[in-house]
């Protein structure tokens, strides 16, 4: 499954990747107007008006003895899309140890453990709220399809200039967050004075014997 994926979002196969995406596209788009049982409706009988008329051929021709009985869709139904029990195991401890990740970071970010990390979930939040205002969760998800349809495309072919403008940005962060740093330690509580050095017992008699 995954191998098929990555060759749909490389478009390996030109006229399967374009199939899904525009019908994902078209899909989502159709929830503007429409409601997700009437969309899912209508895709599922827009297949069948395909399927229904090339199984009826292939039905007549074996009928006129022309065809000996080969289903259309044979590949389709022979494909086995049933999972054991240990596959079935695995992905649950997968969606577990997701939702477990997930919660720890945001306990994490939520109660400050480290600041600068909390910082950019401030600002990431505060970013959010706009977007939530200009745009709704529909779009974005089209936007986010799009995306993961265009950009590693465009990753894989324009990989050098990418890296290049990655490390700009990455030494950039890395300056403010040094600087942030240097504020920060600046800005906190002087340090503690350095305790003095007790006199030894053993200097004291010698003391006293010069100053006799």
């Not at 895709?43 to 006129?64: D, N, Q, W």
């Amino acid at each position: 499954m995954a191998t098929k994926l990555v060759d749909l979002v490389y478009w390996r196969h030109m006229w399967r990747t374009g199939v899904v995406f525009t019908g994902l596209v078209i899909g989502l788009a159709s929830l503007f107007q429409l409601s997700a049982v009437t969309v899912v409706s209508n895709v599922f009988l827009g297949v069948m008006c395909i399927t229904f008329p090339l199984r009826f051929y292939y039905k007549l021709l074996e009928l006129l003895r022309w065809n000996p009985g080969v289903h259309p869709f044979q590949s389709c139904l022979d494909y086995d899309s049933s999972l054991t029990n240990k596959e079935t195991v695995m992905l649950v401890e997968e969606m577990v140890l997701l939702i477990a990740f997930a919660v720890t970071e945001i306990k994490r970010l939520i109660f400050i453990e480290n600041i600068f990390d909390s910082i950019k979930f401030v600002v990431l939040l505060y970013l959010l709220t706009y977007v939530g205002i200009q745009t709704n969760g529909l779009t974005l998800v089209i936007s986010a399809v799009i995306a993961v349809f265009s950009l590693p495309l465009l990753y894989k072919k324009q990989q050098v200039r990418i890296r290049r403008i990655a490390r700009a940005v990455r030494a950039f962060l890395k300056r403010v967050k040094s600087l942030f740093s240097s504020v920060y330690d600046s800005a906190g509580p002087p340090p503690a004075p350095a305790p003095k050095p007790a006199i030894s017992a053993v200097n004291v008699p010698k003391q006293k014997a010069k100053s006799k």
